[in-house]
């Protein structure tokens, strides 16, 4: 069912762990949906240059975070603000289509901690950018209250029951 | 790498007596029962010894029985034939909460189509009330299907009472009893039930064959037009090896069935005692004792299944698991909800199912290379973080 590389990410995750007094914190999924996702980041001159995380899921839960973590560690904010879910599946040489919604989980907590790096650093009046809904089963970006998706024509309701 | 299987709800190898009393059915015997000339009449009367056994198996007349292509076959055949047969007299259908998916998705066609489908609670053990089952039958109920056992937390129903309660009020009763039969007792006069689904690949027989024994007298539809096979019941040239072989293992399941109880209940207990010695926060899952024998069902907190299976896999370790990442529709597991199993916690579902060419050394080996992978597992989990932290 899986490639290699996901294997690999699996069997060996890179940057697995907590960083205390993290400069940024995301997490996304809930145990319920079988998917969650915590994102720890140390941020040095806009610079990410320390990133764990810890992951409840499934085997590609596993490799997609340990995936993002290794795009996301050494790059800028921006950079890494630029990792998306696509990035992350052909880095691990794909994902099966039902997992794809996995590989969105990664790259949000990813980004959910830039942005609470974001909001500690400017305060309040920092605006989060509103978040992407993708379909699971086709990987198509969705307007965000889509009931189903415009792609593939599958019903979104659980993915937006998750809250990611 | 030596492997232990222990995933025989989802298939199993067949016995060798099996195999070899097949295999002249593929290669000499190759007659289609149909025909009237003597290769046909061979073929035919394979298929017919066969179904003596089968019948046997089950406590049934021979001539009740319809050979199908497999379980998911003769449950559709149940419902739909049932259905499809009585609607001038009702169109209420009774059906469990925990059923099989070829019953669960039967009925919900069948509810697109105009039928009323209730679907009944199960207790926290997925066991179903008698009593439940009573006041939800109306006068419009033609059919009521509960499965016999359920291979997900190996619970076995209370068949019998259940069908006492349909006699009295007359209704027709099915039970789903593909991963009972062969494997524990199975009588349809005892259970008082009208319609019974069984499948030769449940107790070490081929897959591709399968049966639905029809009480006589009790009017079905067939699904398929055709031929008239099975009395014009099941259009279609038999499977004769498959059906051949399916006889087989249904001859050697009577003899065999007490010491195959006896024997993966001792390789089951192995496991259901040790585990929670071994790996804390695990809790088991379907009723204690009415339960089929060489099932384990547990849940493991705070980790999530795909990931335990595959660990296992590499260790050489088959086993199967009711998490949501498992299974293609991306839902946790019907069976697990229906109890009252939180869905978080059934994310954790593991699935070890014995059979008979399993050894109690299989029962110490999974013993031995589980909690490692449960540790692990926890130890990269913000969910067991979190409970840790709480608990503190």
């Known amino acids: ?164 | 790498m030596a492997v232990i299987y222990t995933d025989h709800v989802a298939a199993m190898p067949i016995h060798p007596k099996v195999y070899e009393a097949m295999v002249p059915y593929f290669k000499e015997f190759y007659g289609n029962p149909s025909s009237i000339h003597e290769d046909g009449e061979k073929a035919r009367e394979a298929l017919e010894e066969a179904r003596g056994r089968v019948g046997r198996l089950i406590g049934a007349q021979a001539e009740d029985i319809i050979f199908t292509s497999c379980g998911t076959e003769s449950n559709n055949l149940a419902l739909k034939g049932i259905a499809l047969a009585h609607q001038a007299k009702g169109k209420e259908i009774i059906i469990s909460g925990i059923e099989h998916f070829s019953i669960m998705h039967c009925a919900n066609a069948l509810e697109k189509s105009g039928f009323h489908i209730t679907r009944l609670p199960v207790d926290q053990y997925g066991m179903v009330d008698p009593a439940v089952v009573e006041r939800a039958i109306t006068p419009q109920t033609i059919l009521v299907s509960i499965m016999h056992s359920n291979p997900e937390v190996g619970t076995i129903e209370p068949i019998a009472e259940i069908g006492i309660i349909t006699r009295a009020k007359k209704v027709l009763f099915h039970t789903d009893a593909v991963d009972s039969v062969g494997n524990i007792p199975v009588d349809v006069n005892e259970l008082n039930v009208d319609l019974l689904s069984l499948a030769g690949s449940t107790f070490y027989g081929p897959k591709g064959a399968g049966a639905l024994y029809l009480r006589k007298g009790v009017k079905i539809q067939p699904l398929l037009d055709g031929g008239i096979q099975e009395r014009g019941l099941r259009a279609g040239t038999e499977n004769v090896p498959a059906i051949v072989g399916m006889g087989v293992a249904a001859e050697l399941a009577l003899e065999e069935i007490p010491k195959r109880m006896s024997y993966l209940k001792g390789l089951a207990g192995r496991l259901t005692e040790q585990l929670p010695k071994r790996i804390p926060y695990i809790r088991f899952l379907g009723h204690p004792t009415q339960r089929l024998p060489g099932n384990v069902s547990v849940a493991v907190e705070y980790i999530e299944g795909e990931a335990m299976l595959l660990f296992m896999d590499m260790e050489g370790v088959r086993i199967s698991s009711g998490s949501a990442c498992i299974s293609r529709s991306l839902k946790v597991s019907h069976v697990m909800l229906a109890m009252g199993v939180d869905a978080a916690t059934a994310q954790g579902s593991l699935l070890f199912s014995f059979g008979m060419q399993n050894k109690p050394e299989d029962a110490d080996r999974i013993l031995e290379v589980l909690p490692p992978i449960v540790e692990r597992l926890r130890n990269m989990s913000p969910v067991y973080r979190k409970a840790m932290a709480k608990k503190a």
């Open chain 1, 1 to 164: 069912m899986y490639t290699q590389t996901v294997m690999d990410h699996f069997k060996n995750p890179r940057n697995v762990g907590v960083i205390e007094g993290a400069d940024g914190v995301g997490e996304v999924g809930n145990p319920v949906c079988g998917d969650m996702m915590t994102f720890y980041i140390k941020v040095k001159d806009n610079v990410i240059e320390d990133v764990k995380f810890q992951t409840f899921g499934c085997g590609a839960a596993i490799a997609v975070s340990s995936m993002v973590s290794e795009m996301a560690l050494g790059k800028t904010i921006e950079e890494a603000f630029q990792i998306t879910n696509k990035k992350v599946a052909e880095a691990l040489e794909g994902l099966p289509k039902q997992k794809m919604h996995c590989s969105n989980l990664g790259a949000d907590a990813l980004h959910k901690a830039i942005e609470d790096y974001k909001m500690k650093k400017e305060g309040k009046a920092y605006k989060p950018t509103p978040k992407k809904c993708y379909c699971p089963f086709c990987d198509v970006e969705n307007p965000n209250e889509a009931a189903f998706c415009t792609g593939c024509g599958k019903g979104l309701q659980d993915e937006h029951e998750h809250g990611h």
